[in-house]
């Protein structure tokens, strides 16, 4: 079965750029989407489509795709960035859902 | 604004079978695929499986055997029941919409999620 890997922590300083990944064999040619989850809280959807941003999500963050690896950019990190983020994809039919990644912002 | 809020038991007992259902308000619920997601303590999401407002259902193949969803618009609810459960299936369980009605893409609306344990 299809598989997407994560790494398990990213650390971003305050204001910096966080990029966390989601490697697959040729994920480039599926459509990618990525949910953001606080402590608590149910995932939120900040990307869909590799790129697109549903309304309310700010433009700091973006994503992108290709090859292997599909990627989401978080620009000028803020303390409530602080999170556990997860990529998504359909393959045959199921969902396949990265192992996630927690993203400190020191 | 539409949205989703599961209920159900919190407490299951292994091999009984755990029942949720999700209620949908705000919106319709036809031509949307309605799917049921879970969260193990250990965070690893794993999707279960989807009803289409008509009824049409596809699951994970790792649980096709034991779950069933069913739909019924007319009360804007759709149900999960999970067979012949074990500790494993102790999990946070949402229930979400798929953003398409073709099916196939990015979930867009969840519901706050239940935690369901299963436990003599």
């Known amino acids: 079965s299809y598989e997407l890997t994560q790494p398990l922590s990213v650390s971003v300083a305050l204001g910096q750029t966080a990029r966390i990944h989601c490697g697959g064999n040729?994920?480039?040619?599926?459509?990618v989407h990525w949910y953001q989850q606080r402590p608590g809280q149910a995932p939120v959807l900040v990307i869909y489509r590799d790129i697109k941003r549903p309304s309310g999500i700010p433009d700091r963050i973006s994503g992108s795709n290709s090859g292997n690896r599909a990627t989401l950019t978080i620009s000028r990190a803020q303390a409530g960035d602080e999170a556990d983020y997860y990529c998504q994809m359909w393959d045959s039919g199921s969902v396949v859902f990265g192992g996630g990644t927690k993203l400190t912002v020191l | 604004q539409v949205q989703l809020q599961e209920s159900g038991p919190g407490l299951v007992k292994p091999s009984e079978t755990l029942s949720l259902t999700c209620t949908v308000s705000g919106g319709s619920m036809t031509t949307y695929y309605w799917s049921w997601i879970r969260q193990s303590p250990g965070k690893r999401l794993e999707w279960i499986g989807y009803?289409?407002?008509?009824?049409?259902?596809n699951y994970n193949p790792s649980l096709e055997r034991r779950v069933s969803i069913s739909v019924d618009t007319s009360k804007n609810e759709f149900s999960l029941r999970l067979n012949s459960v074990t500790a494993a299936d102790t999990a946070v369980y949402y229930c979400?919409?798929?953003?398409?009605?073709?099916?196939?893409?990015?979930?867009?609306?969840w519901g706050q999620g239940t935690m369901v344990t299963v436990s003599s």
């Open positions: 979400a919409r798929d953003s398409s009605n073709y099916g196939e893409d990015a979930f867009d609306i």
């Open positions: 040729d994920v480039g040619s599926k459509n």
């Open positions: 009803v289409f407002s008509s009824g049409t259902t």
